[in-house]
């Protein structure tokens, strides 16, 4: 090798070392002020809870304040985009696995590519998702659903949160040739208390936000739209266990960033959530508004994010959803 090119690879590596401790100090040294926590959900809702409480736990370790910002409408994409568009190396995004597992499914035409752009970081929580029914509703059983709508097509009808309900249940509706009418409502109070009322027939949403209809005696759980059933409601079965497996849906949520994000504060970051994420009093404090809390590194999460994004779309495919411009 030349003295020259000897010189050329010195250099090469004194740079790329360079680079490297540098990163890993910026990560050690972020954040340097106020990070924003971009929240694509209204306010009061089961991500909106757990987003502020690691927040508050995050601002307590990083000794910088951590403020949630609500963005909800047009199904998270207004906050997304609101995300990815601001130029602002502390501003990360809280939301839930449908802004990358369903949206590039049921919208062709995002302003932007959830897959390309942004970046898993970790997981916080499953948000236990539940199927109820008015209390004063004959509805007793997702059979029974399934028997009064095919006795009454196009009598009954149903409303949901945004994200994976409407695509899950909707498409179970269309495999199982049942005729129910969607209700959509911008705003998740007005669908309980029409549930209470009665004047909604199936509501599918959070189990956390479905509870205190539950506890007023106003609504009826159905079943537990997960794997296991829920402390929360020890009693109620879950899909699986009613006999009706393709109703499950997985409501994961967590951190992510911004492509280009350097990934010494990625880990930095999904070290600190992990952590939390492990606590005892968070488990406890998750559990007590029908979420599990789950840890895990952003290698972890996007892998659960791949696999649930394999599952729906054959899901897609297999009830010909046609997704929308």
Not at 6 to 33: E, K
Not at 166 to 180: E, I, Q, S, Y
Not at 249 to 266: C, E, H, L, N, Q
């Amino acid at each position: 090798m030349s003295m020259f090119s000897r010189s050329v690879a010195v250099v090469g590596f004194l740079l790329g070392l360079t680079s490297c401790c540098g990163s890993a100090v910026f990560a050690a040294d972020w954040p340097h002020r106020t990070v924003r926590l971009i929240a694509p959900v209204p306010a009061g809702t089961a991500p909106d809870f757990s987003a502020r409480l690691f927040a508050e736990r995050l601002s307590r370790r990083w000794g910088q304040a951590v403020i949630v910002e609500n963005r909800p409408g047009a199904d998270g994409v207004l906050g997304v985009s609101a995300f990815l568009g601001a130029d602002d190396d502390h501003m990360l995004l809280y939301a839930i696995s449908a802004v990358v597992t369903v949206h590039p499914i049921t919208n062709t035409k995002l302003p932007y590519d959830p897959v390309r752009e942004l970046i898993p970081i970790a997981p916080t929580s499953d948000v236990v998702l539940a199927i109820a029914a008015p209390a004063k509703s004959p509805i007793s059983s997702l059979g029974g659903l399934v028997q009064a709508a095919l006795a009454q097509p196009g009598k009954l009808n149903w409303a949901s949160s945004p994200g994976l309900p409407p695509f899950v249940v909707g498409g179970f509706f269309k495999t199982a040739k049942l005729d129910l009418a969607l209700v959509s409502y911008r705003e998740i109070s007005p669908a309980l208390q029409d549930l209470g009322e009665g004047r909604i027939d199936i509501y599918v949403g959070s189990l956390g936000v479905i509870m205190p209809q539950v506890h007023a005696g106003r609504a009826r759980l159905l079943a537990i739209a997960g794997e296991a059933r829920a402390p929360l409601a020890p009693d109620v079965p879950t899909v699986i266990e009613a006999g009706f497996p393709e109703l499950r849906m997985d409501g994961v949520v967590g951190f992510f960033g911004k492509r280009g994000m350097p990934d010494a504060v990625r880990d930095r970051i999904a070290a600190d959530v992990g952590a939390i994420a492990n606590e005892p009093e968070i488990r406890e404090k998750l559990a007590a508004v029908g979420q599990a809390a789950r840890s895990g590194s952003a290698a972890e999460f996007a892998a659960l994010l791949n696999e649930y994004h394999r599952r729906l779309t054959g899901l897609a495919k297999a009830i010909d959803y046609q997704a929308s411009q």
